[in-house]
C-alpha cells in the first residue's frame, strides 16, 4: 500500500502537469483568440500581484481580495520580483481600448492592457479560468497555461434596471454592478422615473421623493386597474436613493469602469412627479401614485408652459451634479397626447413656434431638452419614439420597439444602442409559463437572447458604425424582489454578455451551453440567484 500512495503521490504531482485542452476553458463571454499552452501554473499563499503602474494599486488590491474569496488564498501586492505570480501591465500601445492579453505559463500569469478597464476584464477571464486540483486532501488552484487575446466587439454593453416600477435598495443595485462586472458589461442605465414611483431625491422639489417614492400597494395590478389609488395617509410603498446613494452607486460603479446612465423620463412615464406637483401637467389636476400599469398614459408633462422646463432643467441640474456620464437619457417613450392637443398652453406652444402636430411639439420639446444638455457637456439618449416629429441633432437613440427605429436613426446619422424587446427584454417569461413565475407576457428564453446581434441585416458598413452596441432590459413591474430580478437576469444575462462582446465569428451556442456550467458556479460563490429552467429550453 506504501507503493501505492507513493503512486498516488506521483500521479497527483503529474495532475499539476496536466495539459489542459480548450474543452477545459469555459469562458463567458467567449475571447477572441485562445491558444493553449503546457501544464499550468499553480497558485500559492503568498504570491504577489505586482503593478507596472501606481494607479493599479487599488485594483490589484480588489483581485487579490476576490482571489482570496475564490481560492481561500493570500495575495500580496509588491514588487519582488521572486514570488510575483500575477503581474499586471498597462501598455499605453495597444490598440484595444478595453481589450487585454493574459498571458499563463508554468512560471506565472502576466496581464496586458491600454486601461485599467482592460485589466478588469482579464481579471473576470482569470477567474474563469481557475481550476481547483485535489492534492490528497488539500484543493490546489491552478490556471490551466493560456494565451489569450481579447477585446470587445462594442464598446456600449448595456443592462438597465427599472428601479421605479419597484424599488430595489442600493445594496442590490452595488451587487448587481459586481455582477454586470462578472459578465464584461460596462454600461449601467438607471430607469429612475416612471409613473409608480420617483427615485431620485431632488433637493429642490422635495416632495418628489415625499410623495412621488411612494404608493399604497406592493403588489402590481393589471394593466389600467386603478381602483387602488391612494389617499395621502395610506401611502406606505416605495424608496428612493438619496444623492449620498448614487453617488456611492456612481463611486462603486467607476471603481469597476463601469458608467451610470441616469434616466429623467419626460415627457411621459411621469404620474410620480406630477402626483408630487399637478401643476406640472397640462390640466392641473391631482393624481396619485399609481401602484399598477397605466395604460395609455395621459397623465404627462405639458410641454406648453414654460414652468415645465424650468422643472427639468433645475432637475438636471442636480442630476449632472451626481452623474459623470457622458449621456443622459430622457425616455421619450410612450406619450399619448392627447391632453396636449386640448390644452391651450400647448395649443399656444405649436402657433408661436409653428408647430404643426403634437409628434412635432414633443420633438421641440426634446430639442430643448437636447440643447440644455448639450450645455452641460452631455448627450442626449431617448427611445426610438424620440424619431417621431423629427430627431434631435446629436441624439442618440435607443432602439426598442424591434430595430427599426435603430435602423432608421443609424440612416440618419444618429448613433444607435440596440435593445429590441424580441430579444432584450428580461421581464419576459424565459421558459414554458406553467412553470415560471407571474411575468409581464412575452417569450424570450436563453437561447434567443443568444442570437441575438445587434448589428442588423442589411444595414450598410457606415449605418453598422453607428451601433454603438446592445442592452439588456429588466423592468420590473413584476419584479417586486432581489432575488426574483437576479432569477430574470441570470443566466440570460451571460448570453447577452457574449452577444456584445463576442465576434459573430467565435459565437456558437453549443460551447455557450457547455461553458455555462462554469458560469452557474460563479453565480453561486457570487450569492446570485439564477434561473436553472432555462437550461430546459434549448434550440
Ligand atoms: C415598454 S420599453 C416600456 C416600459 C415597460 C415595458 C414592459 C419602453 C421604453 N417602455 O415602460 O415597462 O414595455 O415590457
Known amino acids: ?152 466587439r462594442f464598446e456600449y454593453r448595456g443592462l438597465m434596471l427599472d428601479v421605479s416600477r ?28 416612471d409613473d409608480q414611483g420617483w427615485r431620485i431625491e431632488i433637493k429642490k422639489y422635495p416632495k418628489l421623493t415625499e410623495v412621488g417614492a411612494w404608493r399604497n400597494n406592493r403588489e402590481d395590478r ?90 427639468l432643467e433645475d432637475v438636471l441640474d442636480e442630476v449632472v451634479a451626481i452623474f459623470p456620464s457622458k449621456y443622459i437619457h430622457i425616455g421619450g417613450d410612450e406619450a399619448t397626447k392627447t391632453n396636449w392637443e386640448s390644452c391651450p398652453h400647448c395649443k399656444k406652444r405649436m ?7 403634437v409628434e412635432e411639439l414633443q420633438s421641440y420639446f426634446v430639442k430643448r431638452m437636447e440643447r440644455y ?32 427605429g435603430g435602423v432608421e436613426a443609424a440612416k440618419q446619422g444618429h448613433d444607435v444602442i440596440m435593445t429590441p424587446t424580441g430579444h432584450c427584454y428580461f421581464d419576459y417569461y424565459q421558459g414554458p409559463q406553467e412553470l415560471e413565475p407571474l411575468a409581464i407576457g412575452g417569450y424570450l428564453p436563453l437561447s434567443k437572447v443568444y442570437t441575438f446581434n445587434p448589428v442588423v441585416e442589411g444595414m450598410s458598413e457606415e449605418e453598422a458604425a453607428h451601433v454603438l452596441g446592445g442592452q439588456a432590459n429588466l423592468w420590473t413591474e413584476y419584479i417586486p424582489t432581489p432575488s426574483h430580478a437576479e432569477y430574470m437576469l441570470f443566466p440570460r444575462l451571460a448570453a447577452l454578455s457574449e452577444a456584445v462582446w463576442t465576434q459573430p465569428s467565435r459565437k456558437d451556442w453549443a460551447s455557450f451551453s457547455n461553458r455555462l456550467p462554469n458560469m452557474f458556479t460563479r453565480y453561486e460563490s457570487a450569492g446570485l440567484n439564477y434561473a436553472k429552467s432555462s437550461q430546459l429550453v434549448r434550440m
Open 1 to 152: 500500500s506504501l507503493i501505492v500512495s507513493g503512486i498516488l503521490i506521483i500521479s497527483c504531482a503529474g495532475d499539476n502537469n496536466k495539459t489542459f485542452t480548450t474543452a477545459d476553458i469555459n469562458i463567458i463571454p467567449m475571447p477572441n483568440q485562445i491558444d493553449m499552452g503546457q501544464g499550468s501554473f499553480s497558485l500559492s499563499k503568498g504570491n504577489i500581484i505586482a503593478v507596472s503602474d501606481a494607479s493599479l494599486n487599488q485594483l490589484a488590491q480588489n483581485m487579490a481580495q476576490k482571489l482570496k474569496e475564490l481560492t481561500a488564498l493570500e495575495f500580496k501586492s509588491g514588487s519582488n520580483q521572486n514570488d510575483v505570480g500575477i503581474q499586471l501591465v498597462l501598455d499605453e500601445t495597444l490598440n484595444s481600448e478595453e481589450g487585454y492579453d493574459l498571458q499563463v505559463s508554468q512560471q506565472g500569469i502576466s496581464i496586458k492592457a491600454k486601461s485599467t478597464a482592460g485589466i478588469q476584464h482579464a481579471a473576470q477571464t482569470l477567474y474563469q479560468l481557475l481550476h481547483p486540483i485535489k492534492d490528497g486532501n488539500q484543493i490546489k488552484w491552478v490556471v490551466p497555461s493560456v494565451t489569450i487575446s481579447d477585446a470587445p
Open 166 to 193: 419597484h424599488f430595489f435598495d442600493k445594496a442590490f443595485v452595488l451587487k448587481t454592478l459586481d455582477a454586470m462586472a462578472m459578465h464584461k458589461l460596462n454600461t449601467l442605465h438607471l430607469h429612475l422615473i
Open 222 to 311: 393589471h394593466w389600467n386597474d386603478r381602483k387602488e389609488a391612494t389617499t395621502d395617509n395610506e401611502k406606505k410603498y416605495g424608496g428612493y436613493y438619496t444623492q449620498e446613494d448614487l453617488k456611492e452607486i456612481v463611486a462603486h460603479a467607476r471603481s469597476l469602469n463601469i458608467e451610470v446612465i441616469p434616466e429623467i423620463e419626460m415627457p411621459a412615464h411621469v404620474m410620480s412627479a406630477i402626483a408630487s406637483y399637478p401643476e406640472l401637467s397640462c390640466k392641473g389636476n391631482a393624481i396619485v401614485v399609481p401602484s399598477g400599469g397605466v395604460w395609455p398614459i395621459t397623465d404627462i408633462y405639458c410641454a406648453g408652459k414654460e414652468n415645465t422646463f424650468e422643472f
Open 351 to 357: 402657433r408661436d413656434e409653428n408647430l404643426h402636430d
Open 373 to 404: 444638455i448639450n450645455a452641460k457637456g452631455k448627450k442626449l439618449i431617448g427611445w426610438d419614439e424620440i424619431l417621431e416629429g423629427g430627431l434631435a441633432p446629436d441624439a442618440t437613440v435607443m432602439s426598442w420597439r424591434g430595430t427599426k
